[in-house]
């Protein structure tokens, strides 16, 4: 059972214009989480973080943000450009219970930036 | 730069086969790691290994055995493959500490027929 949920499989904006990503876990033990952007014939690539003890992280135009209560986080791209165009990995770990640090990773969000 | 490599980009192969599948890192990391992306589904983890000749089980293990002789290096074996083994195999590594950032290498997609 997937602990980890990209419940939209696709979005497509418009550039410029905000992309908001959502992810829901159900492991109230998470307590790291992070996003992957992955490109056709690559490997995924680190995006941003969040640990539980914030509820916002920002990096330049990306934006998590953590709901503890609701078990969900958001990831928003603003603004939305062409190079953005790619699957986006919401993954999820329990750093302080688990050792080992596994991820739990969700299924995916194809975003396509249209001009 | 943190460069993760996998031997092969495609694969064909027949069932029953033994397959290797082999993935490098030149970062002296002491973690790697074996996942399958399926569509729907997301990455899942195989097997990963925190040391030289060390490993643990993943969330799907079977079907799959794995091996660490050298740091840098990481194998997934799949023993006799499946057809339902065709799948895109990510390999990446990472610093000992669980929230560090893993590197992926490229991938390698299987196919069994």
């Known amino acids: 059972d997937q602990q980890v949920k990209q419940n939209s499989p696709s979005l497509s904006v418009q550039e410029g214009r905000i992309s908001i990503l959502n992810c829901d876990y159900t492991n109230s033990m998470f307590d790291y989480f992070l996003w992957y952007k992955k490109y056709p014939a690559e490997g995924p690539t680190f995006l941003i973080s969040i640990s539980s003890i914030k509820d916002k992280n920002e990096d330049g135009r990306f934006t998590v943000f953590l709901n503890k209560s609701a078990k969900h986080l958001s990831l928003h791209i603003v603004p939305s450009q062409p190079g953005d165009s790619a699957v986006y990995f919401c993954a999820a770990s329990a750093i302080r219970t688990d050792s080992w640090g596994k991820f739990q990773f969700g299924a995916g969000t194809q975003v396509v930036v249209t001009p | 730069d943190v460069k993760v490599t996998q031997s092969s980009r495609y694969l064909v192969k027949r069932t029953g086969e033994k397959v290797f599948l082999e993935c490098v890192q030149d970062m002296d990391h002491e973690n790697m790691f074996w996942y399958r992306q399926d569509p729907g589904l997301g990455l899942r983890l195989i097997y990963f290994?925190?040391?030289?000749?060390?490993?643990e089980k993943g969330d799907i293990p079977e079907g799959y055995s794995v091996s660490r002789e050298k740091k840098e290096r990481f194998s997934l074996i799949l023993e006799s493959a499946s057809t339902n083994q065709t799948s895109m195999y990510l390999c990446a590594s990472s610093f000992i500490r669980p929230e560090e950032t893993q590197y992926f290498g490229p991938g390698t997609r299987l196919l069994v027929l």
């Open positions: 290994s925190y040391d030289v000749k060390m490993k």
